[in-house]
């Protein structure tokens, strides 16, 4: 067992539970593991009345409490896991998809308090200024977000959030998902995925400036795991944050590696798993 502590964020929509297998088995190999939940999710996760009685006219204007939330609180809830980890050794810090936003925002604030960053599949800003801007890059261009997008149910500039009906039950919510999240994966994959999504996301988190700084973030070794079947971030897309990270710092190169897998993972493939481990016995 090392003494270092993997501590995992999730993407959008989601939360803490995504990572639980990945969590599981890396305990199981004797490594300490912790996945976050970040403000709004998880356990503080909100769930409209109109999501559960299925009213789409009362469920596109239902308040969120998630329409407050920012960058800000998403670091302040990381940061304290991350001292709280450090009292038992070095700290990994990694993010999936939307998470790599928050690994970046920590690793600014923080830099010397963690020892490896990690994308996993994961938005990692550094010449433009948001995730929001890598979408309309040439890189992005086979992306299947915009499926996804087709499932949104207010304008997010009004609500605060963006809200997205899982539970709809239309073909066109399950083949959103299916292709562009979880290629591969059987029908009841996708019914067991779709129950584990949550409906709102606070809408300023792909807008924020998620640029990694030199000075800062810049001086972490760090990783990024490459999904090689993602039709969300695409492999383009993801090389494209590969190379603007080594040429913002050329004397610290991205340990880059491979896994055969759609966006989601899941996140307990054991060849996700073996990467992660051995980044934990270093």
């Known amino acids: 067992m090392t003494d270092k502590t993997l501590v995992v964020l999730h993407g959008t929509h989601t939360s803490s539970a995504w990572a639980?297998?990945?969590?599981?088995?890396?305990?199981?190999?004797?490594?300490?593991?912790?996945?976050?939940?970040?403000?709004?999710?998880?356990?503080?996760?909100?769930?409209?009345?109109?999501?559960?009685?299925?009213?789409?006219?009362?469920?596109?204007?239902?308040?969120?409490p998630l329409a407050g939330?920012?960058?800000?609180?998403?670091?302040?809830?990381?940061?304290?896991?991350?001292?709280?980890?450090?009292?038992?050794?070095?700290?990994?810090?990694?993010?999936?998809?939307?998470?790599?936003?928050?690994?970046?925002?920590?690793g600014n604030a923080i830099p010397d308090l963690l020892d490896r960053v990690v994308y996993i599949a994961a938005y990692c800003c550094v010449d433009l200024p948001s995730l929001a801007a890598y979408t309309e890059t040439p890189e992005n261009a086979e992306s299947l977000l915009p499926l996804i997008a087709q499932l949104t149910v207010a304008d997010p500039a009004e609500l605060g959030v963006t809200r997205l009906n899982w539970r709809s039950g239309d073909e066109a919510t399950f083949h959103a998902v299916k292709e562009c999240l979880a290629g591969g994966f059987s029908d009841d994959g996708v019914r067991r995925l779709l129950a584990m999504l949550e409906p709102d996301e606070t809408a300023s988190i792909p807008l924020t400036d998620a640029r990694g700084r030199k000075e800062d973030w810049g001086r972490i070794p760090r990783t990024y795991v490459r999904f090689t079947r993602d039709?969300?971030?695409?492999?383009?897309?993801?090389?494209?944050?590969?190379?603007?990270?080594?040429?913002?710092?050329?004397?610290?190169?991205?340990?880059?590696?491979?896994?055969?897998a759609p966006h989601v993972g899941p996140l307990d493939l054991p060849e996700l798993v073996d990467h992660l481990a051995a980044l934990l016995n270093r």
């Open 231 to 260: 039709r969300l971030i695409p492999p383009a897309l993801q090389d494209r944050f590969i190379a603007e990270a080594d040429r913002l710092t050329p004397d610290n190169p991205t340990d880059v590696r491979s896994v055969d």
């Open 69 to 106: 939330i920012t960058i800000d609180d998403y670091v302040e809830r990381v940061v304290d896991v991350v001292r709280r980890a450090r009292r038992h050794g070095p700290v990994v810090l990694a993010g999936a998809s939307q998470g790599g936003v928050t690994v970046s925002a920590v």
């Open 20 to 64: 639980s297998g990945l969590v599981g088995e890396l305990t199981l190999r004797g490594h300490r593991a912790v996945a976050v939940d970040l403000p709004g999710h998880g356990t503080e996760a909100f769930y409209p009345a109109s999501y559960q009685a299925q009213d789409p006219e009362a469920f596109a204007k239902e308040p969120s």
